[in-house]
């Protein structure tokens, strides 16, 4: 088998089904799901894997993290400090452009981007992302199994990984109805509407700036509403899309045999062993006549070009 792993990249704003997507992909016998893997250097002795346990102690993450540890010269005490997979401020860099990083990445020039491989936040991202694939590579070796899945979602992480390995990734970019995501934010977090509608639409800017300098074959557009009314097709065409058979298996994953690293509770807080898509459409009757135009003035134009009426 190749050394090299390809990587599947899970792109979109939160709240769009990315987690389920991750999971029944990941379920797929030739990929494993490894979920918002850039979290995985976040406290890994108390922050819980996918399956339950704490990622340090997890059975997929143990054996894993060790081999690394071993083969890096590095303590597993403390392995994070020595092979991180985000930076701290990862978050900040994506919501206040442009920072020197976002602008080389947008422009997605190789020769360019070399001249400034060694400003400090450059190289510091750049390790990250050289962390990653040899992450990726270590367990797609010792799981036997070509693909995996990070669905980080975060835009510029989807463009370095894409620079630093062009022909080894594949991106699927999960849009949903607007008024869906600025519902979800507001039920859990309280965030006003026109603060999440601002936030969507800023997000997939950053998405469509970044996706700019990379071929359209190299992407594929999914909704999560069309994931849930029309599920086998979909996965059909996501299948071949990455170039590998429908597994029908596939789309009933069951609890506690993936390890993905949680960015959603609903990992951890899905009672049913069996996970299965259910649509969730309680923004229709969650959003008010005021909070429907709040969204329509910033929003309504995005959410057109996604198909959304
Ligand atoms: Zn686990």
Redo the contacts with the bound molecule.
């Keep these: 088998m190749d050394q090299a792993s390809n990587v599947i990249y899970i792109a979109g704003s939160g709240r769009t089904g990315s987690t389920i997507l991750d999971v029944i992909l990941g379920n797929h016998p030739k990929i494993v799901g490894l979920g918002e893997i850039h979290r995985l250097s976040i406290e890994p002795d108390i922050r ?6 704490e ?1 340090n102690n ?4 143990n054996p894993l993290l060790k081999q690394i540890s071993n083969e890096k010269k590095i303590p597993f005490e403390n392995w994070w400090d020595f092979f991180p997979l985000t930076l701290a401020k990862e978050k900040k860099i994506v919501k206040y452009l442009p920072s020197l990083l976002e602008i080389l990445l947008m422009i997605g020039n190789k020769k360019i981007l070399k001249i400034f491989l060694k400003q400090s936040l450059v190289k510091k991202y750049f390790e990250i992302i050289e962390n990653s694939l040899f992450l990726y590579d270590k367990i797609s070796k010792y799981s036997d199994v070509p693909y995996i899945i990070d669905s980080t979602k975060n835009p510029v992480r989807m463009k370095a990984l894409y620079l630093s390995r062009p022909n080894k990734i594949k991106i699927i970019l999960i849009v949903r109805d607007g008024r869906a995501i600025v519902a979800s934010a507001k039920r859990r977090i309280k965030t006003p509407i026109e603060v999440g509608t601002t936030n969507w639409v800023t997000t997939n800017k950053n998405l469509e700036l970044m996706l700019r300098t990379i071929s359209k074959e190299k992407y594929i557009v999914v909704r999560y509403e069309d994931l849930c009314d029309d599920t086998e097709n979909i996965f059909r065409k996501i299948t071949s899309f990455i170039g590998i058979d429908y597994d029908p298996k596939m789309l009933r994953p069951v609890k506690g045999n ?2 993905q690293i949680p960015g959603n509770p609903w990992l951890h807080n899905n009672d049913d062993d069996v996970i299965e898509i259910k649509k969730d459409e309680r923004w229709k009757t969650e959003l008010t006549k005021d909070e429907l135009r709040i969204f329509n003035n910033i929003g309504s134009s995005l959410n057109k070009k996604f198909g959304y009426r």
Excluded: A
């Excluded at 819980?48 to 346990?53: E, N, P, W």
């Excluded at 997890?58 to 993450?61: A, G, K, L």
């Design positions: 819980k894997c996918g399956c339950g346990t990622i997890c059975e997929f993450w993936f390890h």
